[in-house]
């Protein structure tokens, strides 16, 4: 059994911020702790716009405070989240994430992300294996 506490992973290796300072993700489970997935709680900052395309990952993410939009490059549909809203990209959906509020999120990613990886020009994290 794992036992991960927030508080244990901020401030270290796996708080993770992104460059643009458009979000923060603590990473409680990577690919090194054998589990299939990752998961992570990521903060979307209010007022910032993150354009992402997860082209080597499945992605799902609930939404657990705050407020803000996923427009979906591929159909053009534009969805409001806020806390109770998971949302799946099980197809490598092109899309920006658009906070109003900061948006604390729950993220899952499948193959799991190892840590290492940063988003490239294109919004893609590269696939790296332990």
């Known amino acids: 059994m794992k036992i991960k506490r927030l508080q244990d992973v901020i401030g270290t290796e ?45 992605e799902a993410v609930y939404c657990v405070a705050g407020r803000g939009e996923i427009e979906d490059l591929e159909t053009g549909v534009t969805t409001q989240i806020e806390d109770g809203i998971l949302y799946a990209l099980d197809g490598h959906e092109r899309h920006y994430l658009r906070a109003t509020e900061d948006m604390r999120m729950v ?20 696939l790296i294996t332990e």
């Open 14 to 58: 796996r708080d993770v911020n992104a460059e643009n300072g458009h979000w923060v993700s603590r990473r409680l489970l990577l690919a090194k702790d054998g589990m299939g997935f990752s998961m992570h709680d990521t903060t979307i900052f209010a007022g910032t716009e993150t354009y992402i395309h997860y082209a080597n990952h499945l």
């Open 107 to 126: 993220c899952v990613f499948n193959p799991p992300i190892t840590g290492r990886e940063v988003h490239d020009d294109k919004g893609v994290y590269p």
